[in-house]
């Protein structure tokens, strides 16, 4: 019988070390088949943030920068401007991304890099135990929002897409999710779009994934991925938020 | 190469600030990378690269931050290409998250300190209070990078050649330590190397990208092993004696039968052979001893000519920083003297001279010990 589901090319055969229930290896793979997809993976560059997805090096079969934490999309940009030949993708979580790494993300953004960025939001720090993240929910509760986090005193969470939809720079902004198959489809669907539009030079591109981290939330998997239906998409609404290959 | 990308001919004499010098050598030396953001006094690199990069097909980005400018840095030289930076003390403290990890990467770069007053924000004036950071490594980390020390627009202008080749030779990040009077100063200099064609300069063989027929290559700084760190830590301790004993570089001048030796880099150097000239006049032997690369310090002729002199006299614009390295260098075999100007003030050659007269005269005066002639 012809397997049809095999490892993709562009993943390493690495083991990887995600708890059960998380959300970064479902989005590894959905990359790993793009790139097989698209036959890039020979001149595939990814670039390693610091996060969950810090061993992210080890994961992909093809050339890997290891990067500071929320620098990611600099490292991208000096990357792509030498070597335009190149695909380049950043793979970033919430606190790298919109919280040590916010200007990275938007100056990148509005120069309209052409570079592909994968923002895994999970509300919560994972790596280092669990702590707030700049997209935490209110009232959730993290290892430094013991009480929950208080808008009042912690501040709002972070709606990156629609920020970057002011921006004249990107060409192409969605919000997807992993915890259930069907947005699982529309993620894989939204990534291919985004390294697609890399390899065309259309330019900017940024996918945001809703995550479930159960260990993080304290939960179990199953109430992690009910958690993102019913708290997180509320807030942060799935969809297309800025489009210009739509645009006649 | 297309010819019309060389600006100068070899030895054309011509005249430029310190900072033009510096950015014409470096497109000369093969950058075609640069990434910064403005802060005074090195305005002029960024802005002269603007333009001149954009003629030879290079790539010029203004950054949001000091701290993003590094890191575009780290990513094209991640891809093998001549990549510069550059900025003063307060900008280079930003960079110093960058410069530990491209240090750790083993990633080849030149970046260029034009010192300004400090602490904090300190003022614009030239002033060499970064001397401690720049030889120290600088950031987080067990590191030493590679710092040349120019005193004229020439030396900034021809100092990249030799930054890029040595900083790729091993495989270690350089920089150049001016000063704001260096950078400003409009000098004759004339280029002493060769347009530098950067398609013939080698690939290297460690860059990211195009993996056909190869593993794939990570360019990584974290190792969770301890074992794994603790061997890459003495990798680059090797890597860094192997520098320390080939490249060390400085000028003597009028040592052979000085009484005391002044040691002295960039702008301090210059003025103190002004005081050197007029002591000459007057019968008073003065030399000077004047480090190019401050790491490596070169310590060895610092002790041959501190055993010989008896004396050494440190002068430096700021409040003491080099005479550390004098002092160790000395190790108690002979009088260790600083004279300092720091906040922006720069020395007068009368100033050096008067207090080389009064080392001179001091006597009883304990070996190895820094003793401070400035009047505080």
Not at chain 2, 8 to 16: A, D, P, R, S, V
Not at chain 2, 119 to 138: E, M, V
Not at chain 2, 149 to 158: I, Q, R, V, W
Not at chain 2, 173 to 186: E, K, N, S, V, Y
């Amino acid at each position: 019988m012809k397997r049809e589901y095999k490892r993709p090319e562009g993943l390493s055969k690495t083991i990887m070390r995600y708890c059960p229930g998380c959300g970064h290896s479902i989005v590894h793979r959905i990359i790993g088949e793009t790139i097989d997809e698209l036959g890039i993976r020979e001149k595939t560059i990814a670039i390693a943030p610091v996060g969950c997805s810090v061993f992210l090096y080890e994961y992909f079969n093809c050339d890997s920068v290891q990067v500071a934490h929320g620098r990611a999309p600099a490292v991208a940009t000096g990357i792509k401007r030498v070597n335009p030949e190149l695909i380049v993708f950043s793979y970033q979580g919430d606190g790298d991304l919109a919280a040590i790494g916010t200007a990275e993300l938007i100056h990148s953004a509005t120069r309209g890099e052409n570079f592909t960025v994968i923002f895994i939001n999970n509300a919560i720090y994972g790596m280092t135990g669990g702590q707030q993240a700049p997209t935490t929910m209110p009232g959730q509760k993290t290892t430094t929002n013991p009480f929950g986090r208080d808008p009042k005193l912690a501040g709002y969470p972070i709606r990156v897409c629609e920020m970057l939809a002011t921006l004249d720079g990107p060409v192409y902004l969605e919000r997807t999710a992993v915890n259930k198959a069907v947005n699982v489809l529309k993620t894989k669907k939204a990534i291919k779009k985004a390294f697609q539009l890399q390899v065309e030079k259309k330019g900017y591109s940024l996918i945001e994934v809703l995550a479930p981290c159960p260990t993080g939330w304290g939960i179990s998997p199953l109430k992690a991925c009910e958690y993102v239906d019913k708290v997180m998409i509320p807030y942060y609404p799935l969809g297309v938020y800025k489009d210009l290959t739509q645009v006649k | 190469m297309n010819p019309d990308i060389i600006k100068y001919k070899t030895g054309e004499k011509i005249l430029l600030k310190g900072n033009e010098a510096f950015a014409e050598g470096t497109v000369r030396a093969g950058c075609r990378f640069f990434s910064g953001y403005p802060i005074t006094p090195q305005n002029e690199i960024p802005e002269y690269l603007s333009w001149r990069l954009f003629e030879v097909g290079g790539t010029f980005i203004q950054a949001e931050s000091e701290v993003s400018a590094i890191n575009m840095i780290y990513g094209a030289a991640a891809c093998g290409a001549r990549a510069l930076t550059s900025s003063s003390g307060p900008g280079i403290s930003l960079k110093q998250e960058g410069i530990s990890y491209i240090a750790a990467a083993e990633l080849p770069f030149l970046y260029a300190n034009v010192m300004r007053g400090g602490p904090g924000l300190g003022n614009i004036a030239p002033c060499q209070s970064d001397y401690f950071q720049a030889t120290r490594g600088g950031g987080h980390g067990d590191y030493r990078i590679i710092v040349l020390a120019p005193d004229s627009a020439y030396e900034m202008g021809n100092f990249p050649k030799l930054a890029y080749d040595t900083a790729e030779k091993y495989r270690n990040p350089c920089m150049i330590l001016a000063d704001g009077l260096i950078g400003q100063m409009m000098e004759p200099l004339e280029f002493n190397f060769d347009f530098v064609d950067v398609e013939k300069i080698p690939t290297k063989d460690y860059v990211v990208g195009n993996c056909k027929g190869r593993e794939m290559r990570v360019i990584n700084t974290l190792h969770m092993s301890t074992d794994i760190l603790e061997k890459h830590n003495w990798d680059l301790y090797r890597k860094y004696e192997k520098i320390k004993s080939e490249f060390t570089l400085f000028e003597e001048k009028y040592t052979d039968d000085a009484d005391i030796v002044i040691v002295a880099y960039g702008t301090a150097a210059r003025i103190s052979m002004a005081a050197i000239m007029k002591g000459r006049e007057q019968g008073i032997k003065i030399g000077l001893l004047r480090p190019i690369t401050l790491w490596p310090f070169p310590e060895k002729i610092i002790s041959q000519l501190a055993q010989k002199t008896g004396k050494v006299l440190a002068v430096e614009m700021n409040t003491g920083q080099l005479v550390e390295d004098v002092q160790m260098a000395v190790n108690g075999k002979a009088e260790v003297y600083f004279y300092g100007r720091p906040g922006g003030n720069i020395p007068t050659g009368d100033e050096i001279l008067g207090v080389a007269k009064e080392a001179l005269k001091m006597k009883n005066v304990e070996p190895g010990r820094i003793n401070v002639l400035n009047k505080i």
